[in-house]
């Protein structure tokens, strides 16, 4: 148990063995998001894994700032939807018109079809408007009025969303947080670290000054070369022996499912790719878990009262488990 704490505590720690393609794009986010570099270092990971992230927290603290950074990094087509009660997932995809003069219907799509969406406090839209997205997010189109459109490559959805107790909130559900590669909080920043925002933003604003970096074909052969890092049958026992405990833990109603384990493995080839190797190790499992898994598992009544977190269930599983050699 000692052992595998120890494992855990050293994944959490980043290294300076990264890759020298992707430093550019991080020290672009870092020069307007200060102070969280794991959240930047989750944020490429996804990209590379062509995942989506859920960015949990209160309003202000730079969630909006780091996907339009992103976006700018890699010269991406942004979009941005403010979720509202009254948004309609038509709002979302897109719908077809009707031209009185040709006397047929013109399709117009919806924000969707771009590369980076920042669906804005996700959760203040109703659950049917939320469900437009996972179709998106799960195959990289949208089937709209019968017919399906594929999307750009890449697509990324970056959401926000407050928590849960903020009045006028809706809890996402299960299917939706799924489809979510990582979730994350970016915290309020400390003392030093704030007086060094307000600093820099005292003449101009910190994302102006953003240029792309990357190019979106770049990003594709990015994507491809780390799906194909390799990853030891060791490693996929790991990630599966983890996958079962959470479903066998009494602790939990529901367990981790299978897009779960394919998002794990997924995100660790990128983020072996992203620390410069070409075969993934237990400490890039190790790194990830936190963000991967704790939404995809839902608490028994008895564990929730108790004040217990999905995240800390997680901890203790992964810590009761031997860390492949």
């Not at 430093?23 to 989750?42: F, R, T």
Request: charge should be neutral; glycine fraction near 4%.
């Amino acid at each position: 148990m000692v052992r595998q704490a120890h494992h855990l505590e050293q994944s959490r720690r980043t290294t300076n063995m990264e890759n020298p393609l992707l430093a550019p794009l991080k020290e672009n986010l870092q020069s307007v998001i200060y102070g969280k570099s794991e959240c930047i270092d989750v944020m490429i990971v996804c990209l590379l894994a062509g995942g989506s992230v859920l960015i949990e927290d209160v309003p202000g603290v730079g969630k909006t700032t780091l996907a339009k950074a992103l976006a700018k990094s890699i010269d991406a087509k942004f979009r941005r939807i403010q979720f509202t009660p009254d948004l309609l997932p038509a709002d979302i995809l897109g719908s077809s018109i009707y031209n009185p003069i040709s006397g047929d219907f013109k399709f117009y799509p919806g924000p969707v079809f771009c590369n980076i969406l920042l669906a804005d406090e996700i959760n203040r839209a109703s659950p049917r408007t939320q469900s437009a997205l996972l179709e998106a997010m799960n195959e990289n189109q949208a089937t709209i009025e019968g017919k399906r459109y594929p999307l750009p490559k890449p697509f990324m959805v970056i959401a926000t969303e407050n928590p849960i107790e903020f009045h006028g909130t809706y809890p996402l559900p299960e299917a939706q947080l799924d489809r979510f590669l990582v979730r994350l909080a970016m915290g309020y920043p400390s003392v030093e670290v704030e007086i060094d925002i307000l600093k820099s933003h005292a003449h101009a604003e910190p994302l102006e000054k953003i240029q792309p970096v990357l190019q979106l074909e770049q990003v594709r052969e990015l994507q491809r070369e780390a799906a194909n890092v390799h990853m030891d049958d060791g490693i996929l026992e790991y990630i599966v022996e983890i996958a079962h405990a959470t479903r066998r833990d009494n602790r939990l109603q529901l367990g981790v499912s299978t897009r779960g384990t394919l998002m794990l493995s997924r995100s660790a080839r990128a983020r072996a790719y992203f620390q410069k190797r070409d075969f993934v190790i237990p400490d890039d499992v190790l790194w990830l878990v936190s963000y991967v898994l704790p939404h995809r598992i839902l608490l028994a009544s008895k564990a929730r009262h108790s004040g217990t977190t999905a995240r800390q269930i997680v901890t203790d599983i992964v810590g009761r488990i031997k860390v492949p050699v």
